[in-house]
């Protein structure tokens, strides 16, 4: 079974629109977090937002908010007043349980490529 | 500032061949990890290295292999053994924070096709 499961391969937004990017996810383990990451064309990876599987509050960067749901295992990306340079693929990661010291790998979803409309 | 840098940013590599890709980091993140992308697909873990001299395979490590003698660097090598090398390949470090107990940091990434 899929860690990282985001079901929309391309979405389209207007201009100055908000966007729901899904992302669900599947760990037995209580200690995890939740990352998002925009690509684009380019190839570099950003970091957007993180959630921690403790954390009380839904996080928030700027634009950038993840309504997180444990119950329901989603942490969705929302990107509010969206831009022309929002246009990129976004990716969904987790990251489980307590490594060695600094070390924890991730798991990444296949990706939602985002199209902003001018 | 302090980054990762992958070189080069494209390479070209004739079956058959072994090829060396380059990452190093100035961030003093003791773990260094290498990713492979292919198109329309997320990343997947190919090696990763908690500390100096020791690295452990992650889950699609056949055809490569890696070293990590210094704490900067974790170059990865592609094999002949590799059957479908062409990929898109970004390094990424980490270091433990307090709140989000990772910040990652990749690299730019090196594109690697067979000819």
């Known amino acids: 079974a899929q860690k990282i499961t985001q079901t929309q391969p391309g979405m389209f937004v207007q201009e100055k629109e908000a966007v729901t990017l899904d992302c669900t996810y599947d760990?037995?383990?209580?200690?995890?977090?939740l990352f998002w990451y925009k690509q684009p064309s380019s190839g570099e990876m950003i970091f957007l937002i993180y959630?921690?599987?403790?954390?009380?509050q839904n996080a928030t960067e700027g634009r950038y908010s993840l309504n997180f749901q444990k119950a329901r295992k989603s942490a969705n990306l929302v990107i509010s007043a969206s831009q022309l340079g929002d246009s990129a693929m976004y990716f969904c990661a987790m990251r489980e349980g307590s490594g060695g010291a600094g070390s924890y790998q991730l798991t990444f979803g296949k990706g939602t490529k985002l199209s902003v409309i001018p | 500032d302090g980054g990762i840098t992958q070189s080069p940013k494209y390479l070209f590599r004739k079956e058959g061949q072994n090829v060396t890709l380059s990452c190093e980091q100035n961030?003093?993140?003791?773990?260094m990890y290498w990713y492979r992308q292919d198109p329309g697909q997320g990343l997947r873990l190919i090696y990763y290295s908690q500390i100096v001299n020791d690295f452990q395979k992650g889950d699609i490590a056949e055809g490569y292999s890696v070293s990590r003698e210094k704490k900067e660097s974790f170059p990865l090598t592609v094999t002949s053994a590799q059957k479908n090398p062409t990929a898109f390949y970004l390094c990424?470090?980490?270091?433990?924070?307090?709140?989000?107990?990772?910040?990652?940091?990749f690299g730019s990434g090196t594109r690697l096709t067979v000819v």
């Open positions: 961030l003093n993140h003791d773990a």
């Open positions: 959630q921690g599987s403790y954390d009380q």
């Open positions: 760990t037995s383990d209580p200690s995890y977090g």
């Open positions: 990424a470090s980490s270091i433990k924070l307090l709140r989000r107990l990772l910040d990652y940091t």
